[in-house]
């Protein structure tokens, strides 16, 4: 399918395939933030809302030396899920039983449980590797980049009400709330990332709130025409009906909104006979979460039919590449992994370490080449509009 685009005076077409000169000027900006901010009496940055790295990754670290061993026999156990599929329905009930979709939720508890802590030890703490928007930029400092581009596509400006859907730990509508003034309400299954999502934006001196709710247990738990805008990050793979799922969205946006996506996508060169495609694709699933496989197509189609029309349809990384930026987070934490086996040898650190750090780091790699043959991306973007009254 083409990629569809539409300019707008608010929203002019951007050529996000290559590096502009903007946001080159922007990452310098946010450069100079951080290293203002490392300086700064509370060691935060109001800006892009990162307190100091050491102390997540030390939250992190003391939550992983105290899992309990059925903390770590499910969060393995999870695993199971990413080797199925929504589409094929039968293949998840063998597996799983009828009540699948349940027993997908507590997998995904499990999952998430474990795997927020994990991501928080290296510069992946927003649990996602964002477009490829600046090649002067680490992955944190892209993900700055992308959130803003979020709240320019969307038109966020100060007092509107914003709907985050898998807002992880927070992090982003932190972000979100500090470089717009929007208030976000985020959701979450998973009581924990909420817990933490809670109190991180509260020590920030933010009013946004959070919600467990399973997105796959519809309807949403809001009033009609009671958002501004909505965004959601590599969330959509863990839908099971797209459609439902953004006719809801569509029911508690206001006539007028914008609504952004960023996902995963299978594209086209992907050839699920082929030997080597398919076996890519059964180790990054698990590496990434997803649960689905949609397409660009099954994306923009569920959307029309839930009443949306499609602005912009686009990869949103430099060349349509996320390569470099998961190629330097693999690094970081195949290396971070071998401090770890080591202080587990030692027995400085408890046995399972072992287990999480060598489940985390298994297919980094696999990951970097489907990206490099263009089989599938997690930098799909989306911007959609809900039509006026």
């Known amino acids: 399918m083409a990629t569809t685009l539409m300019e707008t005076p608010q929203h002019p077409v951007r050529d996000r395939g290559s590096e502009s000169d903007t946001s080159v000027d922007e990452i310098a900006q946010v450069k100079q933030q951080n290293a203002l901010a490392s300086l700064g009496k509370h060691g935060k940055d109001l800006d892009t809302a990162s307190p100091k790295r050491w102390k997540t ?21 999870s695993y199971v899920i990413y080797n199925l599929d929504w589409s094929d329905e039968k293949q998840m009930t063998e597996a799983l039983g009828p009540n ?31 477009p490829w928007m600046s090649r002067k930029a680490n992955c944190l400092e892209n993900q700055i980049l992308y959130e803003r581009s979020i709240a320019q596509d969307i038109g966020l400006k100060a007092g509107d009400k914003v709907l985050d859907l898998g807002c992880g730990r927070g992090r982003v509508a932190a ?23 809670t109190s991180y934006n509260k020590q920030l001196g933010n009013s946004n709130n959070f919600v467990v709710q399973d997105f ?13 805008a909505f965004y ?18 569509f029911r508690v946006v206001k006539p007028g909104s914008r609504i952004s996506l960023l996902d995963w996508i299978s594209l086209p060169d992907y050839d699920a006979t082929n030997p080597e495609h398919a076996e890519l694709m059964r180790r990054v ?3 990434i979460g997803a649960v689905g496989t949609p397409t660009q197509e099954s994306l923009e189609v569920a959307l029309k039919e839930a009443g949306f029309e499609i602005v912009r349809s686009e990869n949103a990384s430099i060349d349509g590449l996320q390569a470099p930026l998961i190629d330097t987070v693999d690094v970081y934490f195949r290396t971070l992994r071998q401090a770890i086996l080591a202080l587990v040898k030692v027995h400085v650190l408890p046995r399972h370490f072992k287990t999480l750090i060598n489940r985390l780091c298994l297919d980094g790699q696999a990951f970097v080449k489907m990206d490099t043959m263009r089989l599938a991306t997690t930098s799909y973007s989306i911007i959609a509009q809900k039509p006026k009254a």
């Open 216 to 228: 796959n247990d519809l309807p949403l738990p809001f009033a009609n025409d009671s958002f501004d």
């Open 175 to 197: 972000h979100m709330a500090q470089h717009t003034g929007a208030h976000v309400t985020g959701l979450n299954i998973d009581p924990n990332q909420v817990e933490q999502a």
């Open 232 to 249: 959601q990050i590599q969330a959509l793979s863990l839908c099971k009906d797209l459609t439902g799922l953004f006719r809801e969205i």
């Open 100 to 130: 699948y979709q349940e027993k997908v939720g507590d997998c995904l508890k499990s999952y998430y449980g474990v795997l927020n802590h994990l991501c928080a030890l290296g510069d992946v703490e927003k649990m996602y590797i964002p």
């Open 57 to 77: 990754f030390w939250s992190a670290f003391r939550h992983l030396a105290h899992l309990t061993p059925k903390e770590v026999d499910d969060f393995m156990a």
């Open 285 to 287: 699933k698990p590496l």
